[in-house]
């Protein structure tokens, strides 16, 4: 057991044994959704700001559910970006809920570094739950949660991410958290949308995507948006899918045990072909029900918990 | 009136003088200047005892934002003044971001009146090149000339139509003024924040390649040489830029540039906390391209040391990374900064630091009677200490802002003594 930190804000700051740390406390958090009476009051009497700067359906829910399984007290507030950019700064808005004597603000945010920012100017616990291009923590650590499910240790393990590394924020804790725990990242994508000297940080490169994964063990499809740019960085969808899409006829040229891996909302079609995204490699669903158990264990330490005790673990 | 300085070691690049010597200072010109102990009969109404400090021409920044006219609550000709004599300035280029624009000589005299009733630094204001900076139509050039400007620029917004720079290339070689660009080819910086490579990979900024910088530069020469006009390139970052400028140099374009103390202290790794002290334009860039900055201020590519002081308050800078105001200030740490982490460490030799500050920039502009402590030159004189360790204090300063990315560091370097036309401005009555 080792976690002294009062905010998670990314792979990056962590180390080996804290990422451990977080994944042995939320394999005893999974349990208690599976129980008729999912609630536990581990978080009781804390209180959760869920403060989402940019629109999510699933981290927030993720969240949300993973707080009131913990019996905190939460508000959750969704404020559109282009009202802030005009109005109250962050900073303000923030200090006015700290007013409050809240325990954690969670927050996804469009710039990147934000929730760095955030962390060193407030008390309160700040847990990133996306910031801009840079970290997005809880959603690496449930993807790593779920291979070592399947993979056991992720020692010399290869991992393959598909996609748009240059704007993904999942992408980059990731490829933290992987090399952290002794695995191999791949990253795959034409070369537009694979960020300069991403080499050096320690990752392997590839514009070939079954080369890529003839020898992994398992594969990360990242989500596409050609939108994002005002001068699209790969010509169309079709040409991406052609290139970088997986699906079945691509799946027979590789290992039958590839662990398909995606961060959703899926483009059926696009990145991933439907019948692989439902099929039997496919640990889609695996990655959301174990998405709870990492929220669940990452409020549980930054708010205190140093260990479990069985009350805290009591229906 | 009379002054005699003594007892200091004089550096005047300008003259190869580097000598414990005196200076002798009547009416606001340098009158004479000597080796060793003056003679018993020279006289002089005061004299200053440099106790063993250096003595150098006063400093010149020929590129500061002063606010004024338009957002004085960042800082004033009056602030912008005080902390340019705390730093060692003697003179400074204020350039046009001002609001109005310096697009009018009407502008230019307003400026020129409040430094006069200021009374501590000199300013020379930079005209635009085009109305409101928007480049489109050109200044009235001849009259900004004739109200005081020494150079026309649009700031920071590059002159990004290449028949407008050719025009103004073309149209100034009457008053022998030096066009200042800002090299940016901003379809290629697409909403950049940092520099582009690794660290901005790794910390998910959108990256501003040093290649949109190179791309202006190098029309710039290519017009420069075409038309024969002089171009000033302003904080030049990038290695590309250096090598380009080294190589029009030789073929005889008349180009100069000017590089930041940040540019050359700091690099990209430095944004790794997301400080907004550390945002400007041009970002900085990567260990690679500082270094060939030394090497273009060591090999002479480099004319000048240029701060870019842009006081921002609280308001541009506490914000997310993404959203904060570009800029620093520099005026009162360029001193300290270039010479404990540059020469103390032998990688800049002080002569040639001192040139950069002084005869250099002087010579950028125009400025025929400054950059040098040569008899008849004005006597614009910094003293300085580099024996006393000092630790930088934005709450210290005299600028309004505290915009600065030294804030905390151990330095050598402190202005004593700074002197315009003969007279101390600082210490003095700046409080």
């Keep these: ?315 | 009136m009379s002054l005699l300085i003594y007892n200091g070691k004089i550096i005047d690049p300008a003259q190869n003088i580097n000598y414990t010597g005196w200076l002798l200072i009547k009416n606001g010109k340098i009158d004479s200047i000597g080796k060793g102990t003056p003679e018993e009969s020279l006289k002089a109404d005061e004299k200053i005892d440099a106790k063993s400090a250096f003595v150098s021409p006063g400093f010149i920044d020929i590129h500061v934002h002063l606010r004024e006219p338009g957002q004085e609550g960042k800082e004033t000709i009056e602030t912008g003044c005080k902390a340019a004599v705390a730093g060692g300035f003697t003179s400074v280029a204020c350039m046009p971001n001002t609001s109005p624009t310096i697009d009018h000589a009407s502008i230019v005299k307003f400026i020129n009146l409040e430094v006069d009733r200021v009374n501590l630094a000199n300013v020379f204001p930079i005209g635009a090149v085009t109305i409101d900076r928007k480049g489109v139509e050109m200044t009235n050039v001849g009259a900004l000339v004739e109200a005081g400007v020494v150079a026309i620029s649009d700031d920071g917004s590059p002159v990004h139509d290449a028949m407008v720079m050719r025009t103004v290339l073309d149209y100034s070689r009457m008053f022998d003024i030096p066009v200042i660009n800002h090299c940016e080819d901003l379809q290629l910086v697409n909403d950049g924040t940092m520099n582009e490579g690794f660290f901005s990979t790794k910390l998910g900024l959108r990256g501003i390649p040093s290649v949109c910088e190179d791309v202006m530069i190098a029309r710039d020469i290519i017009l420069a040489e075409y038309t024969g006009g002089r171009i000033h390139i302003a904080h030049l970052s990038t290695a590309g830029g250096v090598r380009m400028i080294r190589e029009a140099k030789a073929r005889g374009v008349r180009i100069t540039c000017e590089v930041t103390p940040h540019h050359l202290t700091l690099t990209d790794e430095a944004l790794c906390e997301f400080d907004t002290n550390f945002k400007m334009n041009p970002p900085l860039r990567s260990e690679k391209d500082r270094q060939a900055l030394i090497e273009g201020i060591v090999d002479g590519t480099i004319d000048a040391i240029a701060t870019d002081h842009a006081p921002h308050g609280s308001t541009g800078k506490d914000v997310e990374f993404a959203y904060a105001a570009n800029g620093v200030i520099g005026l009162e740490t360029a001193l300290p900064v270039v010479y404990t982490k540059l020469v103390k460490k032998n990688i800049i030799p002080l002569e040639r630091m001192i040139e950069v500050l002084t005869a250099g920039p002087a010579n950028v502009i125009g400025l025929k009677n400054k950059g040098s402590l040569v008899p008849g030159a004005d006597a614009d004189i910094v003293i300085w200490d580099a024996e006393n360790q000092y630790t930088i204090d934005v709450n210290k300063f005299y600028s309004k802002a505290k915009n600065c990315p030294f804030d905390g560091w151990d330095v050598f370097g402190k202005p004593l003594h700074t002197i315009v036309s003969g007279e101390t401005k600082y210490p003095g009555l700046l409080d």
Aim: net charge neutral; glycine share 6%; aromatic share 6%.
């Design chain 1, 1 to 315: 057991m080792s976690w002294d930190k009062k905010d998670l804000l990314g792979l990056e700051y962590l180390s080996a044994e804290e990422i451990i740390t977080i994944l042995n406390t939320a394999r005893s958090f999974s349990e208690i959704s599976t129980r008729p009476i999912k609630k536990v009051p581990a978080l009781r009497g804390k209180t959760v700001v869920n403060l989402f700067y940019e629109p999510s359906t699933r981290t927030s829910a993720s969240f949300e559910l993973a707080e009131k399984r913990l019996s905190a007290d939460i508000v959750n507030m969704n404020i559109a970006t282009s009202s802030v950019k005009k109005g109250e700064t962050l900073l303000d808005t923030v200090k006015n809920l700290c007013a409050y004597k809240i325990d954690v603000i969670v927050m996804r945010h469009s710039a990147s570094g934000s929730t760095l920012y955030l962390a060193r100017n407030i008390e309160s616990s700040v847990v990133n739950a996306g910031d801009g291009q840079h970290e997005h923590p809880t959603q690496a650590l449930l993807d790593i949660y779920t291979l070592r499910e399947h993979l056991g240790e992720l020692k010399d393990k290869k991992i393959v991410i598909v996609g748009d590394i240059l704007h993904s924020r999942v992408a980059r804790s990731n490829i933290w958290g992987l090399q952290k725990l002794g695995a191999k990242v791949t990253v795959v994508g034409p070369p537009t949308l694979i960020p300069r000297q991403i080499e050096e940080m320690g990752v392997d490169v590839s514009y070939n995507l079954i080369d890529a994964l003839k020898d992994a063990d398992a594969v990360n499809m990242l989500r596409i948006q050609r939108e994002r740019e005002k001068f699209s960085l790969f010509p169309s969808s079709k040409e991406y899918s052609k290139l970088f899409g997986l699906n079945s006829d691509k799946l027979k040229m590789l290992s039958p045990n590839l662990i398909v891996m995606h961060p959703g909302p899926i483009n059926r079609g696009v990145e991933l072909a439907s019948n692989v995204a439902d099929g039997p490699n496919s640990v889609i669903l695996e990655q959301v029900t174990n998405g709870l158990a990492v929220r669940m264990a990452v409020l549980f330490l930054v708010t205190g918990g140093t260990s479990l005790h069985p009350e805290q673990l009591s229906s």
